[in-house]
């Protein structure tokens, strides 16, 4: 390898962080009412009544979805 060439660090494709489903699942809320609550932009607090929940409960699964995605995987090959 001479100076030209790059060295590309190889990343996992996995996260130790549990998906959304998990977490979800974990707390007794429908994940795929939830992914469609917030599709149609519900606000954390109809969610919330939706699934006898505290809003801020709601308020974490939705921030987790946004910076995180369904199945917090990131990786590079």
């Known amino acids: 390898m001479d100076g030209s060439d790059s060295f590309v660090q190889s990343r996992v494709p996995w996260s130790s962080e549990p998906s ?13 009412r939830l992914i ?10 109809a969610l919330a009544e939706e699934f ?3 809003e801020k409960l709601v308020y974490h699964l939705r921030d987790h979805f946004y910076s995180h995605g ?6 590079q090959d």
Do not use: Q, R, T
């Not at 959304?20 to 795929?32: N, P, R, T």
């Not at 469609?36 to 607090?45: F, L, P, R, Y």
């Open 20 to 32: 959304l489903k998990e977490m979800a699942d974990e707390v007794g809320i429908d994940f795929d």
């Open 36 to 45: 469609e609550g917030i599709k149609e932009n519900k606000s954390d607090a």
């Open 52 to 54: 006898d929940v505290p």
């Open 70 to 75: 369904v199945h917090s995987i990131m990786g």
